[in-house]
């Protein structure tokens, strides 16, 4: 008669978490990391940032949402399946667009104008903070270099991102009257793109993280993803401080 060993503490140590386990501690991450809690973006959504500031977060954040499609196209390229192809295929076109004039990119560049910025100045990146340089570099050869499953992950940031568009429209209809209101459609878009598209990368996620290792995997590239956005914030911010004087040589 075959008998099972009891399983033992290095067993539970090594063992895969259930989808539901996994599940929440990806969630976990985005609670605990996500870039809504930055001092700059509560700052943001408070209403008690500048008109130099704001400006200054759209100048710099444009330079991550150019390089969305960029990553975007890195992960398709990682898929064997012509159907996992076509449905990642759609975010690109989400931010291109499917025509000149479309997509978000162009949203974006529309928020920079309505904040008073000239387009091509968003266009010629020549006012991108090296910080924020950086950390765009570091994302977009995370998800050239790692396998699928890692980009994947990276890109469940999404997850949490319907709620901070919501909390973003509120605050600046409420404290940002000096922005046209039509310049906001970039984050109106975003509630139900960045929806669906959290539970289609959550979806390969789970279907692909079987392993206790892959799954780690899977929360280490979450991290690192919340990580980069926060990196992004803190170079913004920091020149905030440096021109209060708050962090300038003596």
Same mark, same amino acid.
């Given at each position: 008669?075959?008998?099972?060993?009891?399983r033992?503490?290095?067993?539970?140590?090594?063992?895969?978490?259930?989808?539901e386990?996994?599940?929440?501690?990806?969630?976990?991450?985005?609670?605990?990391?996500?870039h809504?809690?930055?001092?700059?973006?509560?700052?943001?959504?408070?209403?008690t940032?500048?008109?130099?500031?704001?400006?200054?977060?759209?100048?710099?954040?444009?330079?991550?949402q150019?390089?969305?499609?960029?990553?975007?196209?890195?992960i398709?390229?990682?898929?064997d399946?012509?159907?996992?192809?076509?449905?990642?295929?759609?975010?690109?076109?989400?931010? #291109?667009?499917? /025509?000149?004039?479309?997509?978000?990119? &162009? %949203?974006?560049?529309?928020?920079?104008? @309505? +904040? *008073? $910025?000239?387009?091509?100045?968003?266009?010629?990146?020549?006012?991108?903070?090296?910080?924020?340089?950086?950390?765009?570099?570091?994302?977009?050869?995370?998800?050239?270099?790692r396998?699928?499953?890692?980009?994947?992950?990276a890109?469940?940031?999404?997850?949490?991102?319907? #709620?901070?568009? /919501?909390?973003r429209?509120?605050?600046f &209809? %409420?404290h940002?009257?000096w922005?046209? @209101? +039509? *310049? $906001?459609?970039?984050?109106?878009?975003?509630?139900?793109?960045?929806g669906?598209?959290?539970?289609?990368?959550?979806?390969?996620?789970?279907?692909?993280?079987?392993?206790?290792?892959?799954?780690?995997?899977?929360?280490?590239?979450?991290?690192?993803?919340?990580?980069?956005?926060?990196?992004?914030?803190?170079?913004?911010?920091?020149?905030?401080?440096?021109?209060?004087?708050?962090?300038? +040589?003596?």
């Amino acid at each position: 008669m075959t008998t099972t060993a009891p399983r033992t503490a290095a067993d539970a140590d090594t063992a895969p978490w259930t989808p539901e386990e996994l599940t929440e501690r990806l969630r976990a991450v985005s609670a605990a990391r996500y870039h809504d809690r930055h001092p700059f973006n509560v700052r943001m959504h408070e209403g008690t940032l500048t008109r130099e500031e704001l400006r200054r977060w759209i100048t710099n954040r444009f330079h991550y949402q150019r390089h969305i499609p960029v990553k975007d196209a890195l992960i398709l390229a990682k898929f064997d399946d012509p159907a996992l192809r076509r449905g990642w295929l759609r975010r690109i076109q989400d931010h #291109d667009g499917e /025509r000149d004039g479309t997509g978000g990119i &162009e %949203r974006w560049l529309r928020l920079g104008e @309505a +904040a *008073g $910025l000239d387009r091509q100045q968003l266009l010629d990146s020549s006012q991108v903070l090296p910080g924020v340089r950086l950390a765009v570099d570091g994302y977009v050869n995370f998800c050239r270099l790692r396998p699928a499953l890692d980009a994947v992950a990276a890109s469940l940031t999404e997850l949490s991102a319907p #709620d901070l568009m /919501r909390t973003r429209i509120a605050a600046f &209809e %409420r404290h940002y009257s000096w922005i046209d @209101a +039509a *310049g $906001l459609a970039y984050f109106r878009t975003r509630v139900g793109q960045g929806g669906r598209d959290g539970r289609e990368a959550l979806g390969l996620v789970l279907a692909w993280a079987r392993t206790r290792e892959e799954q780690e995997r899977a929360v280490a590239a979450l991290t690192f993803k919340c990580d980069v956005l926060w990196s992004l914030l803190d170079a913004v911010a920091a020149v905030g401080a440096v021109d209060n004087g708050a962090g300038g +040589a003596p």
